[in-house]
Each structure stands twice: as structure tokens, then as C-alpha cells.
């Protein structure tokens, strides 16, 4: 049975469990509702009732909104995430934080890192199973858009081969990431850092401005908002080697020459193949260096972020159940609204199962179109904050509509319309000739 | 089908074992009517609801024919009032949101599926016979008149042989209550049912066969 289960396809394993989940309130339903035909008396109730109503269906959608919206936002983070370090196989750096380098190399984010010397560089670069040994240059910027020194071949990595102008010729001209509020011919005088602390005036006087070339289709990265250059330009602004022997002063990208190589923080590693990164790692981490896979660093990082989660979803369990339990006992006030339309029918000789099919009947209605509101607002509310997140990180976050939010409200309208019962049921225990009397 | 009633013994009392109600003995025949007299408290309503089958700790006999309504339970009695009695109230009691023929074919919601058609052009039937448009959305613009005329037609949809009313006149003006007394005495007289009406009304309690004065819970 078990593997029977595994054997399923997602989506059918989804499914399943949707249909299992709704499976009692509709049978309930079903009991409840058959050969009757409540709807009618459900809708005057409701219209008389309207205010009550909304309240009602309000206070169940923004509960299941809130729900909805924490977990689909955490999930689109956690894919975003995932996504941005999709490209970085495998980072050397100077031994210290693998969070730190990461947060640096993957998501841009400031932080000074003591470098790799030409030496390391060209250890990595000339092994034969690397494809790609990109060194960068981080820390300045132009206009709020970090400004990063690298090579030719880590952008037709990063972005496919998917330039649109084209990439740098010379030392003068920059490639813009997708999300650059640039234009192609757009001239560029980098500062001395980012944020608030750059300094527009440190590299005035180093002749030229660079000129954008082209520009990176989006990856969905903080690269999106970033400004390619070539290494070598950076580290000329900065006063510093070329990274290539004077006589090739000219020279753009590898092979660098490592007596004329100022450093990098970190070196971005593809492989030839893919099983020769576990090799990669072995060989290149020793006493003055680390590898690591970002991914491997960022599974971490979820494996904490995922107690989180639990956590997260069993409040926002609890949240529902606390929320059931309300509602539960406002429709027990409800139905005391309404109770002289309730004994009236009993009166004129209706059936309890009937009776019963109304109040039922309303409080599912309720439920539901609160539990499907919520859904629309939790998804929006998501939405609004995804769209917030990707403007701060650049990072391309979307809260798209999951099955583990299906699968909460299913259990909810379907544990509270079975539970729904109790109260209709009480109504029957209450005096009908009291009922009549108003 | 009209059946005769016959109490004997009954006693209702307050859900504290006050007794509420004493009658040793009622007789009425077959599509007779009676009406209940007396002063506020007196018992009327209590008698009413427990000739009904509605009220609770009832002792002795209520029968209407072969049945004992005091014997069933909750189920049955509703099932026996869903087949052969009709109920009419002071306040009416209807949906506000409704329209006349939705209010006085409300049992169609809930009856078997064959017998859904029937109510609904009996009731549509009674409506026009009282002088009602069965048309209009909602009967919220109605005058008390009028509803209770709908609420009339609601009781005789099903054709019961019983007709149980509780002050029907008193919310009407005169005119109305005059009206609403004519139609039921009417409907006990040729339409062959029998006819229980609590009333402070004159007019309605002269056209009735018999009267029954109660007074603090027991007959004069």
C-alpha cells in the first residue's frame, strides 16, 4: 500500500488527499441534505441575517487568508532562493563562513572577504576538469545597482548566452542585468561602495566612463539588478594590477597571469561534469582555502527554515481549529437569531433531519464562501508581499497557489462542517413551544 | 381525513413539574369547531400546543382518531402534524423573504419528492382562493391581512383535517379579522374540518359549534 502510494505521480498523490480531505464534510452534506431541499430558507436566513452573515464569513476568510499567505509566502522564498544559486555549482573562497561567501557570490549582498591570491586562482582555473573558474570583483556601485568585475564566460553562464547588445569588447563597457533601469549606450561612473555609504567622487579621475553594451536576459537573481564589468576594469579603477603580464596590459578575461593577480574573494566553479564537483571540492579545500556547493549551504539553511515552517503550519493549524471552535460557537448564538423560524418549522410538522438540513446548510454556505475568500485574500496578501520581497532582494519571488494551501482549507470547511452537526443537532434539543413563543 | 378528538385526563406542566394545565375531559366530533376562551395565562395556548402534538411533559390522552399523540414521539408527532394538521398563528410566522407561494408551499422543501408538485399548486390554489397574488418576490410588503391570509393558505396546503389557530385575529384590524373569522368558519363548515380556535375575538368565537372557557388552567 505504501509503495502503491509512492508510486503515484505528485499531482495524483495531491489529488488523492484533496478528495480524502473533503470526503467527510461531504458526506456529511449528504446525509444531511438528502431529499431535502433547504436552500431557499438557507438564502432568506442569510438575507435577513446579513449583516451577521458577512461578519461571520469575514472573520473565517481573513483566519484562512492569514494561514494561506504565511505558508505560500515561504514556500515562493524558499524556491526563489533555491532558483538564485541554481547557477553556482561550486564556490572556492578564503576559509571562513559559507554563509558569508554566499551571501556575497550568490545573493550581491556587501561583505568584505579576504582574498584568494593568483596562485590559488590559477590552481583552480588550470584543473582540467573545470569548465569555468570565474574570479569577481564586488564592492562598488552605480546608482543603488551593485557593480561586480568578472569574466566574459560567468555571464554567458549566468545568463545562457541570452545578451541582448552584446557583451564587453573592451574595458570601458559594461553588461546591465535584466532589472537595470538602464539603457544600452547608457554611460555608467561607478562609486567607491554601495547603499548609503558609496562614495560617487572616490574614482573621479579615472578617466572614462564605462558604457553599457548590453544587457542580460532575467535570471530571476539578484544578478538581475547588478552591473557586469570586466574584472579588469575594476581593478584598474581601484589602482590595482591587471591581472595580466604589462606587456598584455590590453588583455580582457583568462588566462590571468598570477604574479599580476590581485586577488579575488571567491572564485565561481562550473565543471565539466557533474560528478567531478564531489572531487572539486576534495581537491580544492585545504589549509588556505574552502569549497562548497551553495546549494548544500542553502539545504542547510532550509533544514532550519524548515522547523520554521512546521512550526509555522502548526500555528496556522491551531489558528483554523481556534477559528472552527468560534465559529462552532457563534452559530450557536446564531441560531438562537433564528430560532422562532426554526421552531415554526418544526411546528408545522418538518422533519428534525430537516431542521437540522438549515442550519447545516447555512453554517457550511458561510463557511465555505469564507474559506474560498480567504483563499483569494491569502494568495493576494502573498502576493503583495512577494512582489515587496523581490523589490528588496531582486530576487524573483512568486507566491503561486499550492497544494498545501488547498489541502489546509479543504480540511478546514470539511473538519468544521462535520463538526457543524453539534449545533444543528442542539437545535432540536431546544423547546419548541419556547421557540414559538419568541 | 377528519377525525374526532378525544382528551382524557391531560396534564401539562412547566418543565419544573409546575402543572400548567388541567383538563380531565374534551370531546369534539368530526369537522366540528371549537373555540377557547379565557383570560391571559388562562391555558389556551398551552391546551393549543399540547392538542398539537408541540408541547412538552404531557400526561394522559390526546387522540385524534385511533392516534394518541401524548404516546409518540417527537418524530411521529411531527410526521402526524405534517400530515393532518394545519397551524395558524397571532404573529403569522412567515419568511419575510420569501414570496406567498414559497411561504405557503414551505413543507414542499421537505416533503417526498412526488408529493412536491401538489403542495405547490395546492397552495397556489388556496392562495388565489383567499384572494392573494401567489406572484410577488417576498411578502415583506404585505399587510397584516394579507399575511395571514398566506399563512392560512401555508396551513391547508397539505389538506389537513385539523386546523389548530392561536388568536388569528388578534394581530388584523377589524375588517381583516372579520374577513380571516368568515374564511375559517367556512373551511370547518363546508370544507368538513375540524376547526380549534384560542380567541379574545367575539366575532370569530360566536361563529364557532362550541366555546371551552379556561380559566387558570382548568375549564369553568
Known amino acids: 500500500m505504501t509503495d502503491l502510494w509512492h508510486s503515484l505521480p505528485a499531482t495524483a498523490q495531491d489529488l488523492i488527499l484533496l478528495v480524502l480531505l473533503i470526503l467527510p464534510g461531504v458526506l456529511t452534506g449528504a446525509a444531511v441534505l438528502h431529499r431535502y431541499h433547504p436552500w431557499p430558507l438557507v438564502r432568506a436566513l442569510i438575507w435577513r441575517f446579513r449583516a451577521v452573515s458577512a461578519v461571520f464569513s469575514l472573520l473565517i476568510a481573513v483566519s484562512v487568508a492569514m494561514g494561506i499567505g504565511l505558508t505560500a509566502q515561504e514556500r515562493g522564498l524558499r524556491r526563489a532562493t533555491a532558483q538564485a544559486a541554481d547557477k553556482f555549482d561550486l564556490i572556492v573562497a578564503a576559509p571562513g563562513s559559507e554563509m558569508a561567501v554566499l551571501m556575497a557570490t550568490v545573493f550581491l549582498q556587501p561583505t568584505d572577504l579576504p582574498l584568494l591570491d593568483g596562485a590559488a586562482y590559477a590552481a583552480i582555473a588550470s584543473d582540467n576538469r573545470v569548465d569555468l573558474a570565474a574570479p569577481i570583483a564586488v564592492g562598488d556601485s552605480f546608482g543603488g545597482a551593485p557593480i561586480v568585475g568578472t569574466t566574459a564566460d560567468l555571464v554567458h553562464h549566468l545568463s545562457d548566452g541570452r545578451i541582448t547588445g552584446q557583451i564587453w569588447r573592451s574595458a570601458d563597457q559594461a553588461v546591465i542585468g535584466a532589472d537595470v533601469p538602464l539603457q544600452i549606450g547608457s554611460k555608467i561612473h561607478p562609486a567607491h561602495g554601495a547603499g548609503e555609504a558609496a562614495d560617487p567622487d572616490a574614482h573621479s579621475g579615472h578617466g572614462a566612463p564605462l558604457i553599457v553594451s548590453g544587457r542580460m536576459a532575467p535570471t530571476g537573481t539578484p544578478w538581475d539588478r547588478a552591473i557586469l564589468v570586466p574584472i579588469e576594469t575594476v581593478w584598474g579603477i581601484h589602482g590595482l594590477a591587471s591581472g595580466h603580464a604589462p606587456r598584455l596590459a590590453d588583455q580582457l578575461g583568462p588566462p590571468f597571469d598570477a604574479a599580476y593577480f590581485p586577488g579575488t574573494p571567491a572564485v565561481i566553479v562550473r565543471t565539466r561534469d557533474l560528478w567531478a564537483n564531489y572531487a572539486l571540492r576534495s581537491a580544492f579545500t585545504n589549509a588556505d582555502q574552502m569549497a562548497f556547493f551553495p546549494g548544500a549551504v542553502l539545504a542547510r539553511l532550509f533544514a532550519v527554515m524548515g522547523d520554521v515552517r512546521q512550526a509555522m503550519s502548526l500555528m496556522a493549524l491551531l489558528t483554523q481549529a481556534l477559528v472552527a471552535a468560534s465559529v462552532l460557537s457563534a452559530l450557536v448564538i446564531l441560531t438562537r437569531l433564528f430560532r422562532r423560524q426554526l421552531a415554526l418549522l418544526r411546528a408545522i410538522g418538518a422533519p428534525g433531519r430537516f431542521v437540522m438540513s438549515v442550519v447545516w446548510s447555512f453554517a457550511a454556505t458561510l463557511t465555505a464562501t469564507g474559506a474560498g475568500l480567504g483563499l483569494v485574500l491569502g494568495y493576494g496578501a502573498a502576493g503583495l508581499l512577494s512582489a515587496l520581497v523581490s523589490e528588496r532582494t531582486g530576487m524573483a519571488v512568486s507566491a503561486a497557489p499550492g497544494w498545501a494551501e488547498i489541502h489546509l482549507v479543504a480540511g478546514f470547511v470539511s473538519v468544521t462542517s462535520v463538526l457543524a452537526l453539534g449545533p444543528a443537532l442542539a437545535v432540536l434539543r431546544q423547546s419548541l413551544v419556547a421557540g414559538l413563543r419568541g | ?109 421537505y416533503a417526498p419528492r412526488n408529493r412536491r408538485a401538489d403542495l405547490r399548486s395546492a397552495a397556489e390554489q388556496r392562495l388565489r382562493g383567499l384572494g392573494i397574488n401567489p406572484a410577488p418576490r417576498t411578502v415583506a410588503s404585505f399587510s397584516g391581512g394579507e399575511r395571514q391570509r398566506v399563512a392560512v393558505a401555508r396551513a391547508l396546503a397539505h389538506d389537513p383535517g385539523i386546523l389548530l389557530a392561536d388568536e388569528p385575529t388578534a394581530s388584523l384590524d377589524r375588517e381583516a379579522a372579520d374577513r380571516l373569522a368568515q374564511d375559517l368558519a367556512t373551511l370547518s363548515r363546508e370544507g368538513g374540518k375540524t376547526l380549534i380556535v384560542v380567541s379574545h375575538d367575539a366575532v370569530l368565537l360566536d361563529r364557532m359549534d362550541h366555546v371551552l372557557n379556561l380559566q387558570d388552567g382548568g375549564p369553568i
Open chain 2, 1 to 109: 381525513m377528519t377525525r374526532p378528538l378525544h382528551v382524557t385526563d391531560l396534564m401539562v406542566q412547566s418543565p419544573r413539574g409546575a402543572p400548567l394545565l388541567v383538563l380531565p375531559h374534551l370531546r369534539l366530533g368530526a369537522g366540528q369547531s371549537l373555540g377557547i376562551r379565557g383570560p391571559s395565562g388562562a391555558g389556551k395556548t398551552t391546551l393549543l400546543h399540547a392538542l398539537a402534538g408541540l408541547a412538552d411533559h404531557v400526561s394522559g390522552q390526546v387522540r385524534w382518531g385511533e392516534t394518541d399523540l401524548v404516546a409518540l414521539g417527537t418524530a411521529q408527532r411531527a410526521a402526524f402534524r405534517a400530515r393532518h394538521i394545519g397551524l395558524i398563528f397571532q404573529d403569522f410566522l412567515l419568511f419575510d423573504e420569501l414570496g406567498p407561494l414559497a411561504n405557503a408551499a414551505v413543507a414542499a422543501l
